[in-house]
């Protein structure tokens, strides 16, 4: 029996280093499968965004934005796309929103074969309390979605 070749491989991140440890597993199987690497980061909605922008000049928040982006990209390249060898084609991807549904809704778009992500694997209080994207994306996910957890330390 073999294994179902994955052509559109999304790989959700959030920088931290349970993620660069899953984008280990999104980029083997992208480069086994000679499949498009999308590299997703979700930016979670700013329920104060519409505060700040009736009490911080125009300008002001036009700067942190644009920092903001520049971050995103530094992040992206330092992370994952150093890592990257010719001939493993791969998109850089960022949308705002709740995590687990634009996660769903992009996978949905562009016809992903799996989700690859990692997870902080809290317990108790601190699960309750945060919840879990990936457990969100893992029960509402249509495609198969591969949960990463933290690489066990020796």
Known sequence: MGYPKYK???FCTDFSENSDYAFE?????AKRDKGLLYILYVIPDNPHRKFA??????ETLETIDKEFKETLINNYREHYIKKIENGVPFKIVAKSGREDA?????????NADIVVMGTHSRTGI??????????KVLRHSPIPV?????????
């Open 146 to 154: 591969f949960v990463i957890p933290p690489r066990v330390k020796s």
């Open 102 to 110: 634009e996660i769903i809704k992009f996978a949905k778009e562009e």
């Open 53 to 58: 922008e009736n009490v911080i000049p125009r």
């Open 8 to 10: 559109k491989i999304l």
């Open 25 to 29: 597993f999104a980029y083997g199987i």
């Open 126 to 135: 601190q699960h309750a309390i945060i919840g879990s994207v990936a457990e």
